[in-house]
């Protein structure tokens, strides 16, 4: 597992994913920041990694946000 806390860009997020995948990493932790999530979207689709988010949402709205976009699922977020 590896928690980036918010501090990349969403490109860097997709770099870094693609090279983590050789290390066999069970999921990569709010990689950017929480309310990004057309940024989530492309991370999640690009990256190849699962991601891990919910540290920083405050409501069930924005749950419903990232589950509606098939960002999270909620095997990864009982993991948390």
């Known amino acids: 597992m ?3 806390n918010m501090k990349w860009t969403v490109e860097t997020v997709i ?3 693609k090279e983590l995948n050789k290390f066999n990493v069970l999921w990569l932790e709010e990689p950017t920041i929480p309310d990004d999530y057309d940024g ?3 991370i999640s689709k690009e990256g190849g990694l699962a991601i891990a988010a919910g540290e920083n949402l405050h409501t069930i709205y924005e749950f ?3 589950i509606s976009r098939e960002i999270l699922s909620l ?3 009982l993991l948390i």
Do not use: I, P, T
């Open 2 to 4: 590896v928690d980036a």
């Open 15 to 17: 770099k870094v994913a």
């Open 40 to 42: 989530y979207g492309r």
């Open 64 to 66: 419903q946000n990232m």
């Open 75 to 77: 095997n990864q977020m």
